[in-house]
């Protein structure tokens, strides 16, 4: 099973410690830079990690 779920102090480590391959840096913001985003500027950015099952496989941040 696939879920997102709220980045958390629990999890935020981990989060953090997700790379994205060198050819897609360029398109996507750091993970850092992302939570900063949500949690210090933009009100309106939701992040969440993408667990598949109990493994964190990814990061996700939507703006609504």
């Excluded at 480590?13 to 994205?20: I, M, P, T």
């Excluded at 840096?25 to 949690?39: F, G, I, K, T």
Aim: net charge negative; charged share 20%; aromatic share 12%.
């Amino acid at each position: 099973m696939v879920e997102l779920r709220k980045i958390t102090e629990d999890n935020y480590s981990e989060c953090l410690g997700l790379k994205v391959s060198k050819e897609q840096e360029r398109y996507v913001a750091s993970n850092v830079y992302s939570l900063a985003q949500a949690w210090v500027v933009e009100a309106s950015a939701h992040p969440f990690a993408i667990y598949a099952e109990d493994t964190m496989v990814g990061f996700v941040m939507v703006a609504y």
